[in-house]
C-alpha cells in the first residue's frame, strides 16, 4: 500500500458552480506544457479514476505552503458538446514523498494511492467550455506543505460526451499517473504529467495544542477520576475536528475523535476517559493530538503533554470497633486497622459522646449498647458499629450527679457536682484540641466561654478516676 501524507480538513466553501468552467479565470500556479492529450479519466470509460503526480518544481513558481481552495484542469477538446455532462464526478488529494509513480512506462497491477482526502465529494457535473483551464472549487480546503509531491485524483461514475485533459506524456518526466477503475484496488501507472493548476492562501495552516491534563474530581482522594485535556488552537483557521491519542503508563490506549468547534485563538477541556486511582500510585499519562480538521498538524512540537498524577489520599476505614475493660465500668475503645483518617466522632450509645481516636467512657448502668463512630477525611467519611451488652457491672451516678447549664450558652458555663468533688475539667472542639483546662478539685465551676467561637463543644469530667463526657452547644 503506497503512503501518503494528507494535509486537507472540512473547510466548506460557500460555493456552488454549474460548470467546471470559470471563464478567462488562471491559476496562481501551474503546470502547463501546452502539448500533450488523455481522454483519461473523464472521456474513456465509465467508472475511470486517474491519480497524478506532481512536484513543486512542476510548477511555474514556488508554490507557498497553506490552504489550497481551487484547482484547475486544462480541458482540450470535448466530445459531443456543448453540453457535457459527469456522473459522481469526484476529486481527492493527497502528498507524498514518492517522486514518481510506480514503473518506468506502462507497468500494471498499482496500488492506487490510499487515504487521499475527499476535496469535492461525489456530484454530478456539467461543462461547455473548451481551450480553457476549468476552475474546480474545493469543498473541503487543503492544506499544502510547500514542499512535497501532490497526489490528485479525478474519478467519475458515467459521463455524456465527454473531454480529453491537457496531459504530457514526454518521457522525461517519468511515470506521473496510474489509471484504471475506480472500483478497483489497482491500476496501471504510466507516464503523463497533468497540466494542473492551483489557487492557495498561504501560510494558513492549523495548530492544535494540548496545554495540560485536569481530573475531576481532584486528586486529593483516590478513586475514580475523569481525565480532561485542555486543548488550544494557536493556529490561523478555526478547527471543527481532531483526534486525541493517549496512553497509561505505557499502554497505548483507543483513540477518540472529534467534531467540536474551536475557533482561533480559543481553548476548551476534552474528555478522554475515566481512570481508577490508587492513593500514592503514581500514574503516567502521555496524551497527543493530531490531524486537526483532517490534516497534519502544522506545528507537531506542542502537540503532547507527558504527565504524572499521584492521588495522596484515600477515604478513611478500619476494620472494626475494639472494647477493652478497663475497670469494673470502665472501658477503652479503639479501632482495628485504622487508616487514613483525620478525625474521629464516638457516639456511646449513652448520650455520651467523644473526638479522641481512642477514648474511654464510664457507663452508668448496665444494659445493651450500640457504640458508633465516624470517621472522616478530606474525602469523606465511614461509620461503624459495635453492640455492647454490660450484665452485672456497678452502677455509675457520676453521669447523673454532674449539672451542666444554660445550655445553649453564650457566657458563663456552670458546672456541678451534686455528690462529689470534680478533679479535673477538659473542653475540646470539634477538631479536638484541647480548648479549655481546670485541674482544680472542686464541686463547682464558672467557667467563661464567651470568647468560644460558636458551635459544638464536648466537656469531660474526672472524679475518682472515673471519666463522663457531655455535650454542649456555644451561641
Not at 78 to 106: A, E, H, W, Y
Not at 108 to 116: P, R
Not at 134 to 146: K, M, V
Not at 349 to 370: F, M, R, T
Amino acid at each position: 500500500m503506497l503512503k501518503t501524507f494528507i494535509y486537507s480538513f472540512a473547510f466548506l466553501l460557500a460555493i456552488q458552480f454549474y460548470s467546471l468552467v470559470s471563464a478567462a479565470q488562471s491559476p496562481q500556479f501551474k503546470v502547463y506544457d501546452n502539448i500533450g492529450s488523455s481522454f483519461v479519466p473523464l472521456g474513456s470509460n465509465n467508472n475511470n479514476l486517474a491519480q497524478f503526480l506532481l512536484k513543486p518544481n512542476d510548477f511555474d513558481a514556488p508554490v507557498p505552503s497553506g490552504t489550497i481552495t481551487t484547482i484547475y484542469v486544462f480541458v482540450v477538446a470535448t466530445l459531443n458538446p456543448p453540453n457535457i455532462t459527469f456522473t459522481n464526478f469526484k476529486v481527492r488529494m493527497g502528498m507524498t514523498q514518492d517522486q514518481n509513480t510506480p514503473g518506468s512506462g506502462l507497468t500494471t497491477n498499482i496500488s492506487f494511492y490510499d487515504s487521499l482526502k475527499v476535496v469535492v465529494p461525489a456530484q454530478n457535473k456539467v461543462m461547455s467550455s473548451v481551450g480553457t483551464w476549468a476552475a474546480i472549487p474545493l469543498d473541503s480546503a487543503f492544506y499544502y506543505d510547500g514542499t512535497s509531491n501532490l497526489i490528485v485524483e479525478i474519478s467519475q461514475s458515467a459521463y455524456t460526451g465527454g473531454i480529453s485533459l491537457r496531459v504530457n506524456d514526454n518521457l522525461t518526466f517519468g511515470n506521473r499517473q496510474i489509471f484504471g477503475s475506480s472500483g478497483s484496488q489497482t491500476g496501471s501507472s504510466n507516464t503523463g504529467r497533468l497540466n494542473f493548476g492551483l489557487d492557495i492562501i498561504p501560510g494558513v495552516m492549523p495548530d492544535m495544542t494540548i496545554d495540560t491534563l485536569i481530573t475531576d474530581p481532584s486528586l486529593a482522594c483516590d478513586g475514580n477520576k475523569i481525565i480532561r485535556a485542555v486543548l488550544s488552537n494557536n493556529g490561523n483557521f478555526d478547527i471543527d475536528s481532531f483526534k486525541i491519542n493517549w496512553e497509561l503508563n505505557s499502554v497505548p490506549k483507543p483513540g477518540i475523535s472529534f467534531i467540536h468547534a474551536l475557533p482561533i485563538g480559543a481553548s476548551d477541556t476534552f474528555i478522554i476517559d475515566t481512570v481508577t486511582f490508587v492513593q500514592n500510585t503514581p500514574m503516567n499519562f502521555k496524551v497527543w493530538t493530531l490531524e486537526p480538521n483532517g490534516v497534519s498538524d502544522f506545528n507537531p512540537t506542542n502537540d503532547t503533554v507527558i504527565q504524572n498524577l499521584i492521588a495522596l489520599n484515600s477515604m478513611p476505614s478500619a476494620s472494626n470497633i475494639v472494647v477493652t475493660t478497663v475497670g469494673n465500668d470502665s472501658f477503652h475503645f479503639s479501632l482495628l486497622n485504622p487508616e487514613n483518617i483525620d478525625q474521629y466522632l464516638w457516639d456511646f450509645g449513652d448520650g455520651n459522646s467523644s473526638i479522641l481516636a481512642d477514648p474511654e467512657h464510664v457507663y452508668a448502668q448496665a444494659g445493651n449498647y450500640v457504640v458508633t463512630v465516624i470517621i472522616s477525611n478530606e474525602c469523606g467519611s465511614d461509620t461503624l458499629s459495635k453492640n455492647l451488652d454490660l450484665v452485672g457491672i456497678k452502677d455509675v451516678t457520676l453521669n447523673s450527679s454532674i449539672l451542666l447549664y444554660p445550655n445553649p450558652v453564650t457566657e458563663i458555663l456552670t458546672v456541678q457536682s451534686t455528690d462529689r468533688a470534680i478533679n479535673s475539667i477538659l473542653i475540646y472542639n470539634v477538631l479536638g484540641q484541647v480548648v479549655y483546662e481546670d485541674s482544680k478539685a472542686a464541686q463547682s465551676f464558672a467557667i467563661p466561654v464567651s470568647e468560644f467561637p460558636r458551635g459544638i463543644y464536648l466537656i469531660q469530667f474526672t472524679s475518682n478516676k472515673k471519666k463522663v463526657t457531655k455535650k454542649f452547644q456555644k451561641l
